[in-house]
Each structure stands twice: as C-alpha cells, then as structure tokens.
C-alpha cells in the first residue's frame, strides 16, 4: 500500500521562528511531491511543488526533497500567526499519473 | 476570480435523501476530481474524469456517482445519505498531459446529514 506519513502534531513554534515540516513516502519511484496549507474549515491551498532532489525555495517557504531517504520536508521561516493551519503532504506515486496520495497533515500553531 | 467553484457551500440533508453537489472551473482543465474528506483526515479520493473517461476509485461506495456533462462543470450525487456522509467533499482540477500535476482545490461543500 502507498503511503504519505506525516506527524500529526500539533508542532508548535514562536513567532519568527523557523517550523520545520516533516513526511515520508513509500512509494520510491514517485515523482512528484506537493505542500498544500489547510485553514481549519477550509480547502486546501497549494504552497509548493517539486520534482527534483535538492531545496526550492519561494518566500519564506523552502521545500527539501531526498529520493534516496524517500523524505520531504517544508520550512517556514519567519513563521507568522497566519501561518497557523494544517499543512498537507501528497505525492504522486510512479505509475499514476493523475492521482495524489495525500498524508493526513500537520497542525502547525505560530504562538505570537 | 475563483477559478474552481463549488456549490453549494454548506449543505444539509436528510438521512436517505439524495443530494447533488456542483464543481465548475474557468481553468478549462481536463481532469476533475472529486475528494471526501473527514475531520483530521487525509483527502480521500472518490473519482476522477480525464475528460469523459470516468475513474471511480476500487474502495468509493456505489451510493456515489458523478456525471461529468461537459469540461467545466462536474457534479457528485449521493443518493442515499447516512451519516457516515457527513465531511467536506471537495472538487479539484489539473490540467491534462504535459502539464504539471499540481491540483488546485474549490472551497468544498460542507454536508451535514440529520
């Protein structure tokens, strides 16, 4: 069975401080690997995508992406109050090439 | 400008009576899915339309069906809510081969089911 693991949390960190985001994959040919952000009540909003080994940095957000350890990690930095959501791992798994499989988040809460 | 649209927002209904949900998108994507997803829990895929070619997922309970009639528009009937039903079900699209794989999600419909 494919899986996306994720800490469920809820992780916590100060205001200005960096959080750190965490989530395994099962599957080693997958090839692509997604961040979305999930306000309490709300969809899901897509933050960062990547395909490649290595960091991808956009703002404040850098996505990291080890094949050989099958980990994807999201940094925030400068976390803000409004960074305060659940955030979603998905990856898309060799073979599949419409479907995500997504893990079931981390509660992420910036403490002002 | 909302590009993926869903309706309505919240919805309520009956046990045991059926009810459509309605996904648009102004993206003109080919793929459209359709997701349930419980509090706490990852989204759960219940169908996907690469254009007209329906996917229904192996595990999705044949108390739902989606229809497709043309590329903006999608809908998710369930014809016989229990409670189980009650979740957020939301509607993504992608844009089709060669593009890149990145989903974008509507709002989602809320249903609660009394």
């Known amino acids: 069975q494919k899986e996306v693991e994720q800490n469920s949390g809820p992780l916590s960190v100060p205001e200005g401080a960096i959080a750190s985001l965490n989530c395994t994959y099962s599957?080693?040919?997958?090839?692509?690997f997604f961040w979305y952000r999930q306000y309490s009540g709300k969809s899901p909003e897509l933050i960062m995508s990547?395909?490649?080994?290595g960091d991808k940095e956009d703002g404040r957000f850098t996505a990291q992406l080890n094949k050989a350890s099958q980990y994807v990690s999201l940094l925030i930095r400068d976390s803000q109050p409004s960074d305060s959501a659940t955030y979603l791992c998905?990856?898309?798994?060799?073979?599949?090439?419409?479907?995500?499989?997504f893990g079931s988040g981390t509660q992420l809460t910036v403490l002002p | 400008d909302a590009m993926v649209i869903q309706n309505p927002r919240y919805q309520v209904t009956q046990f045991g009576k059926p009810v459509t949900l309605s996904c648009s998108q102004t993206l003109n994507h080919n793929v459209m899915y359709w997701y349930q997803q419980k509090s706490s829990q990852a989204p759960k895929l219940l169908f996907h339309?690469?254009?007209?070619?329906?996917?229904n997922e192996a595990d999705t309970p044949d108390n739902f069906q989606s229809r497709r009639p043309n590329t903006s528009f999608c809908f998710l009937d369930i014809r016989s809510p229990g409670l189980g039903d009650a979740a957020m079900y939301l509607c993504?699209?992608?844009?089709?081969?060669?593009?890149?794989?990145?989903?974008?999600f509507g709002p989602g419909t809320r249903l609660t089911v009394t």
């Open positions: 998905a990856a898309r798994y060799s073979g599949s090439a419409r479907q995500l499989t």
């Open positions: 599957d080693r040919g997958s090839q692509s």
């Open positions: 339309y690469y254009d007209k070619d329906f996917n």
């Open positions: 990547i395909y490649s080994n």
């Open positions: 993504a699209t992608r844009a089709g081969q060669g593009a890149s794989y990145e989903q974008y």
